[in-house]
């Protein structure tokens, strides 16, 4: 890792730390039947598209080395064992691409989607996906990625890959996603 | 042994809550019921010209068997008295009947009704409540359940919680919907309508509001909305994930989990957003949190002792203690509303089930025999769980009595009901 950067990546850590959202805001009614007559949906409520595995290539401007499938920039999934949080050694030369793309490209933002199987609580799956969010923002961290240009989020077991009850699907869905801002 | 199933007609229930819509009622079905239970005779009440259906003592005689604490006594044949004066108490001992409701229903002009009901001892040949109501037919099934509440306290010594609301969301196909209901899950109103997934909702305090955590903006993120008028806002949007919300019992202060400053922590934050504050500490699991009536104490979910188990500490800051210590896997806490009980998901041997544990003693019970159920909540009264399970390969929605002797599973076909919260 170049250390010339860990200044600018510092100085980027610093200035973000005042912008996370946390303003409330009022926004759109959507109760009862005001909601059933409105057909259009507000901007950003659909998020079907934005995982890993379905961004469409269209969606980036050719040539875009996260699209090229022979790159590891293309590889968007690290799967976990069943309640483990460690990040495999298998992931290790497709985190260090990310790594590299994001210190490459300052202005380039990751959001790191944990989720988990459906066996029990909806919360506290929320929690064990987000442990597997977090799992993979310190590898990048620990690889010189700026806080800045991370968040991990968790979706829990809410989005499944696979939505069946097998032991299959429940090991496709202990994930977490690799996904650009701009995708 | 299945003791009845009550079905509520679809007709009926676009009649009465024509301006929210609803495209289908819930189907009740209750099992099981009390040891010694009081027999009530629903005696129907005089008709009305134009009166609404079902009848008064359908819908309160549908609440009341649904507690498990009564059942009733066959009224047909028998002559059907309308006023106390008119009572052949002998004809309703001989039935076995400990107590009898009555009542007349009257047309008023501009569609509203006069409704009389009177709840009589048939043992004692006492009149131990007598009630009227001038009401309009779209207040027809609240008076109905705010009989079956009079009926349930002045029998039991326990207020009835039939008047009360429930929420919970659907899933059809891939649009979420928050709805909020009749106790009975009857007059479903959709408050949120969503493509993307909705979690966790909880009335507040004085039922006006309701917190819920919606994945809309692409991550969790805690809202609050108005149940008046609709208008909501942001309570929780911090960088990462914003869930997990509980209402202090003063309605104003929050607590919820985020993962800002590390993985899942409880804070407090007061309901319009600001003032924030810190509770946990750690780089383990804390999620789940519940205040205590008393809003002293905070019952919460951790990993922090290697397996997920329940803990409290005092609401105001200070050191966690283990409260939960039978099996590995111990989730989703609800207070009882006297504090005395916590009911949580237990699981054991790859099953998930509700269970109640006395603090006091310690001693815990298993209410359910289903395998996958999520998310209990108590009734205002303290007298039944509301809980979400799964039959079928499709999320319902069931009750249980705190003596695990009654359920009741309340279900509309075809659709996936999950995350109920019981109100007000």
Redesign the interface.
Known sequence: MNKILWPILLALTLSACGT????????E????????TTAA??A?????G?SGADVSASALPAGDPRKDPASPLSKRSVHFDFDSFVVKDEYRPMLEAHAGYLLSKRDARV?LQGNADD??????N???G??RA?AVRKVLSVLGVSDAQM??????E??PRNPASTEEAYAENRRTDVVYGDE | MLRAVLLFPLVCLALLSAPFSARAAMEIEVVGGAASQIAVAMVPFQAAPGQPAPALTEIAGNDLERSGQFRRVDVGGAQQPFSPAQVNYEVWRGRSADALVIGQVTALPGRRFDVRFYLLDAVKRTQLAAFSYNISASQWRATAHQIADIVHEKLTGIPGAFSSRIAYVQKQGKRYELRVADADGQNPRTVVRSSEPVISPRFSPDGARVLYVSFEDRKPVVYVQSLQDGGRRKVAAFKGSNSAPAWAPDGKRLAVVLTRDEASQIYLINADGSGLARLTRGGNIDTEPVFSRDGKTLYFTSDRGGSAQIYQMPAGGGEPRRVSFSGSYNVSPAVSPDGRYLAYINREEGRFRVVLHELASGQIRVLTDTARDESPSFAPNGQAVLYATVQGGRGILGTVSVDGKTRARLSESGVDAREPAWGP
Do not use: H, N
């Not at chain 1, 009614?29 to 059933?36: E, L, M, Q």
């Not at chain 1, 950003?44 to 079907?48: K, L, N, V």
């Open positions: 996370t959202g946390s303003t409330p805001a009022t926004v009614d959507r109760t009862g039947d005001k909601a059933a949906k507000p950003g409520t659909d998020t079907t934005v959001i066996r029990g609580s909806r919360e506290y929320l929690a064990l987000q442990k977090e968040e991990a989020i968790s979706f829990g809410e989005k």
